[in-house]
C-alpha cells in the first residue's frame, strides 16, 4: 500500500504561482513513477506532468513552459511548480503513484486531491 498525501493548492489570480507537494509513504519510493493529474468539473482526469524513477519528466501541451514537476527521494516527495497560472488551470489536482511490484503486478494509487483555483 502506497499513502500520498498532496498540499499547497489554493485560490490565486492568473499569472500567479502555486506549489503543490505530494507526500509518499508505504513503499519504495525511488522506484516509483510520480505524477500529477487535475480534473476540472465536468471534464476527465487528465495527465498534467510526470516524472519516472530515473528522472525523465512529461508535461502536457497546455503546461510546457509554466508548470515543472520535480522530485526528492531522500524526501519521498514530489512536487509541481506552477506559474503563470490561467483561469483554465482551475481543477482539482491529484497526485498518482505507478508502483512496480516484483510479481510483474503495477498499481497505481491516488491521493485525495487538492483545489487549485485561479481567478481572472
Known amino acids: 500500500q502506497v499513502q500520498l498525501v498532496e498540499s499547497g493548492g489554493g485560490l490565486v489570480q492568473a499569472g500567479g504561482s502555486l506549489r503543490l507537494s505530494c507526500a509518499a509513504s508505504g513503499s519504495s519510493f525511488s522506484n516509483n513513477d510520480m505524477a500529477w493529474y487535475r480534473q476540472a468539473p465536468g471534464k476527465q482526469r487528465e495527465l498534467v506532468a510526470s516524472?519516472?524513477?530515473?528522472?525523465?519528466?512529461n508535461y502536457a501541451d497546455s503546461v510546457k513552459g509554466r508548470f515543472t514537476i520535480s522530485r526528492d527521494n531522500a524526501k519521498n516527495t514530489v512536487c509541481l511548480q506552477m506559474n503563470s497560472l490561467k483561469p483554465e488551470d482551475t481543477a482539482v489536482y491529484y497526485c498518482?503513484?505507478?508502483?512496480?511490484?516484483?510479481?510483474?503486478?503495477?498499481?497505481?494509487?491516488w491521493g485525495q486531491g487538492t483545489q487549485v483555483t485561479v481567478s481572472s
Open positions: 498518482n503513484a505507478k508502483v512496480f511490484y516484483r510479481s510483474g503486478t503495477t498499481v497505481n494509487y
Open positions: 516524472i519516472s524513477s530515473g528522472g525523465s519528466t
